[in-house]
């Protein structure tokens, strides 16, 4: 593995009111590098545009099937190759409480296929956006502290991403021991309607003139579905109106955009609409609130009594005291909705009210599909305008801004042209983008003594891919591969049982043994004397955990996975073994010939060296899977 993949640093981005601001970031150039050394992820990699078919029609599925892909492809020689760049980023909290919040980018690549796209590890933490603070609250609202805003993100971008374009011939990556010639592209930004906003540099408000950050739509026209002459955004015309400072005319920023000296790429087109904030958060939490506006008290009372009895089915949530608070329900809450809510309905007001869910449901099912025809495209683009129709006519009276939602507008005209440019739905949803916070964000936060947050998490990072690394090595046995895999959970739940709130500067060493107090030496090795061993030991329970496990005479068993020392500041190292528990195997037949049979069981924890008791023998019981004898006949 190389090391330096996993390297981090930091950049002072500005200085605005005596205060450095750092973008913490990790080289592009690495990020791609470690994307490109998983095996994994290469044996499906895509090289190049597929004009598909199904079925004797066009049709659009992976993002190589896509016109953005096609004509993009054109204009580089044929012996290269496109190296499609996915970009995601949006601001999240890092506590409960909502009090500190980070602004992670993530890369990714389109020549990955969605399916596997979806895994974690097809995503590649960019870096933290530097979060600027006002002095006060004049400050916080004038023009030119959101401008300074606006630029500093773009600033940061352009840092970001600029060495990847510095060369005009493109760049070499080694692939399964070929070098191939690449150009990369900037294909899709994915992120939530706001970040959109700020990427495309258009005024996020949904009041403003123009609020729509694909065309030049006006605001009062959001609720016509049935528009023919639309203009859409492109370089020229957003840069024509910033040099003649007329972009106030178009809900455009005072802020030279990064993207308009990027080739191949518009980016008002390329920040695409996410299903999950424009349908499962916006459009459907608005219906579910209209239809609540329209119905009476007692309707919305047997309304919440039908939710709450619908019957249940595995994998389905039941909200058993119906709607409490819609403003809570996740994206994943909204969708369990949609599948119930036409029977809910029935009968409560006019048939067009269970119809709008159906409509609704028709056309979110066409959404979801992998293969797009260009029939599909007809069928999907007739869904919608026939759930929007009737939408506009059921809801407009109770809706505060006259359906003035830029998501509405968009869905109806830009979702269907954007399959078209970049292949299926499925392959740019935030959905399991916003996964990734847990891994980037909150778990690493915990970990920190909350100053200087982003380096400190950058650190956490390395380590946590440290141990990703480890755990692809070929020359690793199977128990060593699962101690790394578990080695981060299972210290965070260790250092949660003492209390320890922060992990600053642990420093971590991992042996192969150790001498115990007895003489006996515990082994977690890959390879001694040509074959691994990986010691299994003896614990003596404490009588108030006895009375939780089946023990053998008040011993449990477990095998070491990793022996590791953890050093914190101004704390005693610990000596720790990372363990999997044994548990037995039958509760009626605890013991054969004398001897525990046992078996291994999910179970991992962090333990004190000093609290093995002895070092046991457990023998396999052959011709058996997961069965093992401890041996008591060692004398």
């Not at 440290?466 to 591969?481: A, R, V």
């Not at 008791?613 to 011709?623: A, G, K, L, Q």
Request: aromatic share 14%.
């Amino acid at each position: 593995m190389n090391i330096s993949q996993l390297s981090y640093s930091k950049h002072c981005i500005l200085v605005h009111n005596n205060r450095e601001y750092f973008i913490n970031y990790r080289p592009i150039k690495n990020c791609i590098e470690i994307l490109l050394s998983n095996p994994e992820i290469l044996q499906h990699f895509i090289f190049k545009y597929e004009n598909k078919k199904h079925q004797g029609e066009k049709s659009y599925a992976e993002q190589n099937s896509g016109n953005w892909w096609k004509y993009t492809e054109a204009s580089i020689l044929s012996s290269a190759c496109i190296l499609s760049l996915i970009l995601y980023s949006d601001a999240t909290t890092t506590d409960t409480l909502g009090k500190s919040s980070l602004h992670p980018i993530y890369i990714s690549l389109g020549n990955i296929p969605t399916w596997r796209r979806n895994k974690e590890d097809a995503k590649q933490l960019l870096g933290y956006f530097p979060i600027l603070f006002a002095k006060n609250e004049k400050e916080k609202t004038s023009p030119e502290f959101k401008k300074l805003v606006r630029e500093t993100f773009h600033k940061s971008l352009k840092f970001l991403l600029d060495p990847l374009f510095e060369n005009e011939n493109g760049i070499d990556y080694k692939i399964n021991n070929r070098i191939i010639w690449f150009f990369p592209k900037i294909s899709t930004i994915i992120g939530d309607w706001p970040e959109a906003c700020t990427y495309s540099l258009t005024y996020k408000s949904a009041s403003s003139n123009f609020p729509c950050h694909f065309c030049l739509v006006q605001k009062n026209d959001l609720i016509d579905t049935m528009q023919d002459q639309i203009i859409l955004r492109n370089h020229e015309n957003m840069m024509e109106h910033f040099n003649n400072n007329t972009g106030h005319s178009v809900s455009l920023e005072p802020v030279e955009n990064y993207f308009w000296n990027i080739p191949n790429l518009n980016i008002y087109a390329a920040t695409v609409p996410d299903r999950m904030h424009h349908l499962d958060l916006g459009l459907y939490h608005y219906q579910i609130e209209f239809t609540k506006g329209i119905l009476g008290r007692s309707s919305i009372d047997k309304m919440n009594e039908r939710i709450g009895a619908i019957p249940r089915y595995p994998g389905l949530k039941i909200f058993s005291k119906g709607l409490q608070s819609i403003a809570r329900l996740t994206a994943s809450e909204h969708r369990d909705l949609m599948k119930v809510m036409v029977f809910v309905v029935d009968g409560l007001l006019s048939n067009d009210l269970s119809e709008v869910y159906v409509k609704w449901n028709e056309m979110y099912i066409l959404s979801r599909l992998e293969i797009f025809k260009e029939g599909d495209l007809e069928k999907f683009q007739k869904a919608i305008n026939e759930w929007a129709d009737l939408f506009v006519i059921l809801f407009r009276k109770k809706s505060d801004s006259k359906m003035k939602f830029p998501k509405f507008h968009s869905w109806i005209f830009h979702i269907v042209d954007t399959i078209r440019e970049y292949g299926a739905i499925n392959g740019y949803t935030t959905e399991t983008y916003e996964s990734l916070h847990k891994s980037y964000v909150k778990t690493p936060y915990r970990l920190s003594n909350k100053k200087g947050i982003e380096e400190q998490i950058m650190k956490t990072i390395q380590s946590s891919m440290f141990f990703e690394q480890q755990k692809k090595n070929p020359d690793l046995t199977e128990n060593m591969i699962k101690g790394f895999a578990k080695f981060l959970e299972y210290l965070d739940l260790f250092f949660d049982m003492l209390d320890i709130i922060s992990a600053e500067d642990c420093r971590i060493k991992i042996f192969g043994s150790v001498t115990l107090k007895n003489i006996n030496i515990l082994r977690a090795t890959n390879k001694f004397q040509n074959r691994p061993w990986f010691s299994n030991i003896a614990i003596a329970m404490d009588d108030a955990e006895l009375f939780e496990y089946q023990s053998d005479n008040g011993t449990c068993y477990a095998q070491t996975l990793l022996i590791t020392e953890v050093i914190l500041p101004n704390k005693s190292p610990f000596h720790l073994a990372l363990v999997q528990w044994y548990d037995f195997k039958s509760k009626k037949t605890p013991f054969v010939y004398g001897c525990p049979l046992l078996k291994l069981v999910e179970i991992y924890n962090f333990i004190e060296i000093e609290a093995i008791e002895e070092i046991v023998h457990i023998v396999p019981r052959f011709d058996t899977k997961d069965e093992y004898f401890v041996n008591k006949f060692i004398f």
